[in-house]
């Protein structure tokens, strides 16, 4: 476990990148990462994180977004630089989707978003290989955590599950972001049947 302190320092010696990473964290709300322009060992605590150039400027912003995630709040989940390297290596592409809604409905968007995002995917010849699944905001349960990971699973993509827990005042709803890595089909699947998943609504 922990507590989201630990300072991230991003850092990329191509100048496109860095611009990247500089209005990522420009904008970043949760605090602990900050970009260097000099390259950096982790002698001082600090997680010192060298971002690549992607395939696309999207695949690029949805790389740092990932990194942003891991240790933004309390996790009950450690992840390091080695979980993110396999979360890499199942992809040529990158991207983020943010899944909100009210409590009850949370499970059943998140079934409805998956489901639609790889039938889209597929149809432009792509399949979602592996997810990060990062639940923010307010602190749930751990039988629901445990069902938002299951149902991610259902899905049959590598997953890596991450917490990210806020015990302040301004956080009262609890959201989902998912970063999807992507890779190239050689023949395009079959969508992803429909199943009656209205029952976790009730």
């Excluded at 990329?12 to 990522?24: G, K, R």
């Excluded at 600090?46 to 990194?67: G, K, L, N």
């Excluded at 039988?143 to 899905?155: C, H």
């Excluded at 990210?164 to 699947?189: N, R, V, Y």
Aim: aromatic letters at 12%; one cysteine or more; charged letters at 20%.
């Amino acid at each position: 476990m922990n507590d989201g302190k630990l300072i991230k320092r991003f850092y990329s010696p191509d100048s496109a990148v860095a611009q990247l990473i500089e209005d990522a964290v420009q904008v970043w709300p949760h605090g602990y990462c900050e970009h260097t322009t000099s390259y950096q060992s982790e002698s001082d605590g600090c997680w010192f994180i060298e971002i690549s150039p992607q395939r696309d400027s999207e695949s690029t912003r949805s790389v740092i977004d990932a990194y942003m995630h891991i240790g933004c709040g309390f996790s009950y989940v450690c992840i390091d630089d080695q979980d993110i390297k396999s979360w890499l290596s199942n992809g040529s592409q990158f991207r983020v989707v943010t899944i909100q809604g009210g409590h009850k409905e949370l499970a059943f968007n998140l079934w409805g978003v998956l489901q639609n995002t790889i039938n889209t995917y597929k149809s432009h010849g792509l399949y979602v290989k592996g997810v990060i699944l990062t639940i923010m905001g307010k602190e749930i349960p751990l039988d629901e955590i445990d069902l938002y990971v299951s149902m991610v699973q259902g899905f049959e993509v590598d997953i890596i599950p991450n917490t990210c827990f806020f015990f302040d005042d301004q956080e009262h709803d609890t959201w989902l972001k998912l970063h999807l890595a992507l890779h190239s089909l050689e023949k395009p699947g079959s969508a992803v049947s429909d199943v009656d998943f209205s029952f976790l609504k009730e």
